[in-house]
Every structure is written in C-alpha cells, then in structure tokens.
C-alpha cells in the first residue's frame, strides 16, 4: 500500500514549508524575549513592531498549517513531515550570524519570508479544492 497514493505532494511540500518557516520563527523569536533583555540593536519602536508582526505571521502559519493537515493529509505523513520539519528548524537559525539574527534587518528577513509562505496559502487551497 502506497501511501502517496492519493496524497498531492505539492500541498505537502506547503505544509512543510510552512512548519518549518513557523518553526523557525519560534526560535528566531523566542531569543527577543522578554523586551529588555534585547540587544540593544531591537530596543526601538520599528524592532518592536518588527518583532510582533514576525510573531504574527508566525503563529499565522502555525494555525494554517494545522488546517492543512487536519484538512488534506493523512495524519501519519503530517506528523512525520511537520515533525521533521520542526526538529530542522533550529538547525537554519542557529548558523546565522549574529549581526544577522540581533538586528532589524533580521526580523524583517524573517517577517517577509513569513508573508511569502503565507503567500502559498491561496495556492494550497487550490491544491486542496
């Protein structure tokens, strides 16, 4: 028994990204947290609205990609692709340079990479239809 049988690869490859996208955010995130702990670079009004729109968008593509699942995969192939997706997650932000991941210019790579996957989302409900 086959189990891509009947399941689109495309809408799962969506789903992935956007678990691992969401993940990721968790993580980028979860370092800015609590405010003044900061670095000093993400202390002013622009960081912070920078950093809750990232916040945003990130738990924006977690509950999308939960409506995914539940909606279009079966249960099996979304837990082990969300959850290799998730244990990736931090494997890509860790690397990044630090003038990278404590800056603005940081959170809004990660903010608009969060709005292009949310981007797919029409997409995704075109795969689904």
Known sequence: MNPFAHTDLGLLAIFALAVLVASAGAVFLSGLFPANMRPWRLRGLLAGVLIWTGLAVTLALAVAAVLIAVNYLPWAMAIVVGGLAFLLAPFLV?????????????????TCAGAACMALFPIAALFGA
């Open 94 to 110: 860790q690397p990044l340079p630090a003038r990278l991941r404590d800056s603005k210019a940081g959170a809004l790579v990660y």
